[in-house]
């Protein structure tokens, strides 16, 4: 590794002190050229030190929300300050996202193997989405629910025999569209005497032969549960 200037970004002295010694024994090729404790300190420092690093915590001066703040403005004033982020918010995905969003070139969270020279390697070379392990595992989570989800709605739609009309029927039955407004619909070339019919034929394919009076919301609310719906992508077509 070659010799890179880093400014620290943390309002936690403890947590600033426990930093300082990361570098000094586990990426000495570091030269901190300054460190601070709020976004004031910091913009003074980038005037005069500009970083090849900025290591940036997320939660500042007691918001969670001020490290991505600096993160648009260093992009917008620093393009080419790389920016990693090191911090404790770890169950606050939605905070990494905003903070990826902003321009962040990686997170490394507080826990598990914490810093390495090799993240902060990855980064200086260039590479975005750098990640320690602890969010890795978080995010592989998150990869292995969506794909046994997605799975799981395509066996649905084979053992249930659905086609792309009876998905967008449900869906914007869903939404709470009338019959009459679904056969409005530009990619339903079916009348509403087609679409009752087709309503019929989804309950009898969803409930079985043997079955009582069933409505239009225990319809869409069993193909919520088949996941032949995807609740969170519950979108009307173009009209």
């Not at 570091?30 to 900025?54: C, F, H, S, Y």
């Not at 070379?125 to 395509?154: H, Y």
């Not at 087609?194 to 009582?212: A, M, V, Y």
């Not at 609310?221 to 009307?236: F, M, Q, S, V």
Request: net charge negative; aromatic share 6%.
């Amino acid at each position: 590794m070659n010799p890179f200037k880093v400014i620290i970004v943390e309002d936690v002295a403890l947590e600033m002190k426990g930093t300082k010694e990361i570098f000094r024994s586990e990426i000495p090729e570091a030269e901190i050229v300054g460190t601070a404790m709020n976004e004031t300190d910091l913009w003074k420092l980038m005037r005069d030190n500009q970083p090849d690093l900025v290591l940036l915590d997320l939660g500042l001066g007691g918001s969670t929300t001020a490290g991505v703040d600096v993160c648009k403005q260093m992009r917008r004033r620093y393009p080419d300050v790389h920016v990693l982020i090191f911090t404790g918010e770890i169950m606050n995905e939605k905070l990494w996202v905003d903070a990826l969003d902003a321009g962040a070139d990686g997170i490394i969270l507080k826990s598990g193997e914490l810093l390495t020279k090799g993240d902060v390697q990855s980064v200086l070379d260039g590479k975005r989405m750098v990640f320690n392990q602890p969010i890795l595992e978080k995010i592989l989570q998150r990869f292995r629910k969506s794909v046994l989800s997605e799975s799981l709605r395509q066996e649905a739609f084979l053992d249930y025999d659905i086609d792309e009309y009876d998905e967008r029927f449900l869906r914007h039955l869903a939404l709470g569209y009338t019959k009459d407004m679904i056969a409005a619909l530009k990619g339903m070339p079916f009348g509403v005497k087609s679409i009752e019919k087709r309503q019929n034929d989804l309950t009898n394919r969803l409930f079985g032969e043997e079955h009582g009076s069933i409505n239009a919301t225990r319809l869409v609310t069993k193909a919520i549960e088949l996941r032949i719906l995807d609740i969170d992508h519950l979108e009307p077509d173009d009209e």
